[in-house]
């Protein structure tokens, strides 16, 4: 896989330094480099760019304000952003606009490539799964850091959206599995019939549920709040046993 990116910073030396280092990296192609975010901004716009390597003290537009002008649906692979920056005191404002990284000024190839590797691996997390590798009777297939974990689907207790995101609870597993997708794809693959959404942040098998009140339901020792955009479709599957 290689990362299509562009650079941005005011300072030539810097600029020079960033893209030079792309070029010596197998996975990483110099779409192009600009100093200001303005006619970035412009590029971003009208190519497909996977990586951009963001100063953040610029004249015009800050790397903080490009970064928050930029659109990027949850779970999409682009364009992801890698700050570098001679201050320090911005790290909070990174994690703010979902910086993949964050270089601090001088850095050598050494952090550089660190940095490269952890937008690589994002970008093979992202790869769509094998419709042939998802089975809608028995098994489910999670993408987990470079793997695909099979999951048997009457052993899943509940899910948990977590923005780019989901942890699949399991019986007999202590810790749930972390999955790179969103909660709406993975709730396509399972049978309405015995899973249900009951929260923009949950859905829940129905057969694992242990009890309900009129705004929530439990499984185990876990409650689960109902939203009230769910309430009239779980009524109505509650009618049918009532």
């Known amino acids: 896989m290689v990362l299509n990116c562009i650079v941005v910073d005011d300072e030539p030396f810097a600029l020079g330094l960033v893209c030079s280092f792309i070029e010596k990296t197998p996975f990483l192609k110099l779409a192009g480099s600009f100093s200001n975010g303005i006619k970035a901004l412009e590029m971003l716009h009208e190519q497909a760019i996977d990586l951009i390597f963001l100063d953040i003290q610029m004249p015009d537009i800050t790397g903080i304000q490009l970064a928050r002008l930029l659109e990027r649906k949850p779970g999409s692979a682009g364009p992801r952003i890698i700050f570098t920056t001679a201050y320090n005191n911005f790290a909070l404002e990174g994690y703010k606009v979902d910086a993949l990284d964050y270089l601090l000024k001088p850095f050598d190839y050494e952090d550089f490539l660190k940095a490269a590797n952890k937008a690589r ?10 419709e042939m590798s998802v089975s ?3 098994y489910i297939f999670l993408k987990v850091e470079y793997n695909l974990i099979r999951v048997a689907i009457k052993d899943i207790i509940y899910i948990k959206g977590l923005k780019d995101y989901v942890m ?3 019986e007999r597993t202590e810790r749930p599995v972390l999955t790179l997708t969103s909660l709406k794809s993975l709730e396509q693959k399972l049978s309405p019939k015995k899973f249900m959404r009951l929260h923009r942040s949950y859905i829940v098998a129905l057969e694992k549920i242990n009890s309900i009140t009129k705004n929530s339901i439990n ?3 876990v409650n689960i709040t109902i939203g009230d955009q769910y309430k009239d479709a779980f009524n109505e599957y509650l009618s049918k046993w009532l």
């Not at 691996?121 to 094998?130: G, I, Q, R, S």
């Open 121 to 130: 691996a994002y970008a093979e997390m992202l790869k769509p799964v094998p």
């Open 219 to 221: 499984i185990g020792d």
């Open 168 to 170: 699949v609870y399991l």
């Open 136 to 138: 809608p009777e028995e």
